[in-house]
Structures are given as C-alpha cells and as structure tokens.
C-alpha cells in the first residue's frame, strides 16, 4: 500500500505487481515531464520523459500517464522486480524555457521478493 | 548522455573546515549544475555554472558558502566552506542534454558528513 513517511511517500508492492507511482505538478505552463529514479548511493538516472503534445508514452516496462487537466503525471512500471526498489522523482518544466526543472517530492518504492 | 564522475564519493569533515568537491563530464557542455539532497528530500538547486562567467547562485545560496570554479567545458568544482552539521548532505553535480535536449543527467552525488 502506499504511506506518507517522515520524508517520502513510500509504495511496496510485491515482485512481479505492477507499480503505479503518482505525481502531482504545480505550474500548469509546464510542458515538458522527466521521471528519475535513485538508487541507493547513486545519483538520479533518467527513465522517461513525455511532452505535453501526448498523454501516454511507453518505454522498456515502463509507462508515463500524463493528464494535464488536473495536472497529473504518473509512472506505471510493470511486472516490478527487486532491481526497481528506488526513489522516484518526478520534474516538470516549460520546453525551451528556464534549463532548470522543478523536482517534486519523491516517492519510494519497496519490492519485496 | 553524458558520463559524469565525481570525487570525492563520500566524505567525513569536522565543522569549521571546507571542502571541494569536483565534477568531471566526458563531452563538453555549455551548462553544469550543483544540486543538494538533503536526506529523505527532493534535490535543490544550488547555482548554475557557465564556462567563463561566474556561476549564478539560487536563492539561500551564496559564493561565500559555496565557491564554484568552472575553468572549462568539461570540469566545474564546487566548495562547501566552513562547514558545520547542517551542511551534512548529498551534492549532485548535473549537466544539461545535448543541442536541444532539455534533460538533464547527473552524477552519482558526493556524500558529505559534518560532524
């Protein structure tokens, strides 16, 4: 189930579930989105990104569900395994605008074997 | 993407004392960033660093605290300065995607404890 930690939200789920890891953005002039995920001891890794012109793009397991009505943004990872137990980020900026992305609060995701 | 390093990885100070953590990129570009983690939270801003202009500081940020040095296209230090418990946190160092790429990568963070 999914839990509001001290610092991160948390998400465990059990290997071989689909994960689904939410996001909400704040600047509705946002029109580029970036997933990260951190593993421990390591700096974020880019996973996906999707641009405003889409609502849905695919990727290796994973899925990026953009719905800019209610500002919404989710990760969809299938089939999750002990390798996806990370912390999750979300950014959001305007393409072509500032360089700098805002980065939302983080999730982490726990896959118990 | 980029390929970037960082040294040193982790690191143990005692208050009072500075630091310089360095950034090493394996292509050149224009932009580099210095971000903190701080445990448990999102990564902040810290400033931006342009080859051949001083580096532009976010708010709650100052060149006194955290020099940047960033004499070319490939390699940029930042220096946490006189350091105390509260700057015990994980900084990241970031580059900007290529041409129109408006992603940006980071290294692995540099771990630093102030005790």
């Known amino acids: 189930g999914e839990s509001v930690g001290l610092h991160l939200p948390t998400l465990s789920v059990q290997e071989g579930d689909n994960s689904i890891i939410n996001c909400a953005y704040s600047?509705?002039?946002?029109?580029?989105f970036i997933w990260y995920k951190q593993e421990s001891g390591k700096g974020p890794q880019f996973i996906i990104d999707?641009?405003?012109?889409?609502d849905k793009r695919q990727g290796q397991r994973v899925t990026v569900l953009l719905n800019k009505t209610v500002k919404h943004l989710s990760l969809q990872i299938a089939a999750t395994q002990p390798g996806d137990s990370a912390v999750y980020f979300c950014?959001?900026?305007?393409?072509?605008?500032?360089?700098?992305?805002?980065f939302g609060r983080g999730t982490s995701l726990i896959v118990h074997p | 993407s980029a390929v970037i390093s960082q040294k040193p990885s982790r690191d143990i100070c005692q208050r009072g004392t500075s630091l310089t953590i360095q950034c090493q990129v394996d292509?050149?570009?224009?932009?580099m960033f210095w971000y903190r983690q701080q445990p448990g939270q999102s990564l902040t801003l810290i400033a931006t660093?342009?080859?051949?202009?001083?580096?532009?500081?976010e708010s709650g940020f100052v060149i006194d605290k955290f020099p940047i040095s960033r004499p070319n296209l490939t390699f940029s230090t930042l220096t946490v300065s006189n350091m105390s418990p509260e700057d015990s946190s994980i900084y990241l160092c970031?580059?900007?995607?290529?041409?129109?790429?408006?992603?940006?990568?980071f290294g692995p963070g540099t771990r630093l404890l102030v005790l």
């Open positions: 970031s580059v900007k995607g290529q041409g129109r790429q408006e992603t940006q990568y």
């Open positions: 600047n509705s002039a946002s029109d580029y």
């Open positions: 999707i641009r405003s012109n889409m």
């Open positions: 950014a959001e900026k305007v393409w072509g605008g500032s360089y700098i992305p805002t």
């Open positions: 292509s050149q570009v224009t932009m």
């Open positions: 660093a342009n080859q051949g202009s001083e580096a532009t500081y």
